[in-house]
């Protein structure tokens, strides 16, 4: 009887060691991946996955069922895929876990992600903006009525800038009521809807009831369909600031891709007033950061990119970067301001690279403009604008 009770206050002390380790390194998402030999641990740093200490095959099931348990899943049901959450309080800080188990050859993996407020919980100028694209940026967001949207591919921080939108635009004045799938963080004095589309509250649905709760400003977490994007611009057009995400790789290809759903040209004329797309670059530990002389395979790359930089920069490694010699993201941004000349383009039917010659003559810069004007800064390495915008 006294081992099973040691057994189980060992798994205990695991399973919080994990998380409070995972939490002090800063990694957004843990993964215990079980394998024929032992439990894989790798923790999700600044975007990328690392391999930790992994855990004996011996305590491998326990751990898992720990997790579950705390996240009030159902630890009999091993056969299909399920979801909870749970919330811990390290050094004062609240922080919820979301949780995923999936079922694996060798047993269930499960993926927590990490959602610490305090982190995410970023202010417009810690994103990384350049001062003229950050004051751009604000004069879009400061008006009573438009369209705005935030493009990017998955995990390139869309909800972490929109949530900062909001962050100032926040005031007892202004209604704001979001449309979510999920709700990342609660944001007090806003009112949060999230999806549930088995119940049959949806996007389109969420939308036409929301527009009935007098509010000032949306947010809709994604632009999915004709459907939804009909509605926001309806919205924009009577009155309301639309906030909104869609998955594209740069902003000119938004106007494309909302064509291209059955959205008429005029409606985007008369409702959209920019778009940010954007990626998420790791920063180059400021601890450890040193300058030296481009490599030729480097030189040869920046020639053909057309960036004329005198050095680089790059992280040695460090304790306080845990030797990765990155500490940190920032974001790469290419702001696109609607301009009349790029609406009378539009109403013609244009093409991509007619729409991307139109705003880069209206003073467009793109990702790559900016990401270059970052390594040139010594905030991010040659070697990560490649990764970050390929």
């Known amino acids: 009887m006294g081992s099973s009770v040691e057994q189980e206050e060992t798994v205990i002390r695991i399973v919080d060691k994990l998380l409070c380790q995972a939490i002090a390194y800063n990694a957004s998402d843990i993964h215990l ?27 491998m099931k326990q751990v898992i069922s720990r997790i579950k ?29 979301r949780v995923s188990t999936f079922p694996s050859y060798y047993g269930e993996k499960v993926v927590i992600r990490i959602l610490d407020r305090s982190q995410n919980m970023l202010s417009l100028d810690m994103l990384g903006f350049q001062t003229a694209m950050r004051e751009q940026f604000e004069q879009l967001i400061n008006r009573s009525s438009g369209f705005l949207l ?10 972490t800038t929109l ?3 909001l962050s100032v635009l926040n005031v007892p004045e202004k209604n ?33 009831a929301l527009l009935r709760q007098d509010p000032d400003i949306v947010l809709v977490g994604e632009i999915r369909d004709k459907e939804t994007a009909q509605i926001a611009i309806e919205a924009s057009l009577t009155g309301h600031l639309v906030l909104s995400t869609v998955h594209t790789n740069d902003a ?55 960036i004329k ?36 383009l539009i109403v013609q039917n244009p093409s991509f690279d007619a729409i991307y010659a139109q705003a880069c003559k209206d003073g467009m810069q793109s990702l790559l403009y900016d990401g270059a004007q970052k390594v040139q800064q010594g905030i991010i390495t040659l070697e990560e604008l490649i990764r970050a915008i390929s």
């Open 309 to 344: 930089i005198p050095v680089l920069y790059r992280g040695k490694g460090c304790e306080r970067c845990l030797g990765l010699g990155y500490k940190g993201r920032t974001g790469i941004f290419e702001l696109l301001p609607m301009t009349n000349k790029l609406r009378s």
């Open 252 to 306: 000119p290809s938004v106007i494309i891709r909302l064509m291209d759903v059955g959205v008429k040209p005029f409606l985007l004329n008369a409702s959209i007033t920019g778009v940010l797309a954007q990626r998420l670059a790791r920063v180059i530990c400021p601890s450890c950061r040193v300058e030296y002389k481009a490599t030729e395979q480097e030189q040869a790359i920046l020639n053909r990119l057309d």
């Open 176 to 208: 704001i009521i979001t449309l979510e799938d999920p709700i990342e963080y609660n944001l007090h004095g806003i009112t949060q809807g999230q999806i549930h589309p088995e119940a049959g509250f949806t996007f389109e649905r969420g939308m036409r």
């Open 33 to 59: 991946e079980p394998t024929e030999q032992n439990l894989r641990v790798r923790f999700r740093l600044d975007g990328l996955l690392y391999d930790q200490e992994s855990l004996p095959a011996s305590v």
């Open 163 to 165: 949530y900062a939108v």
């Open 69 to 97: 348990v705390l996240s009030n899943i159902n630890i009999a049901e091993k056969r299909i895929p399920q979801d909870g959450k749970f919330r811990i309080v390290n050094e004062h800080k609240e922080i919820d876990l």
């Open 150 to 159: 935030v493009v990017g591919p998955t995990g390139s921080g869309k909800t």
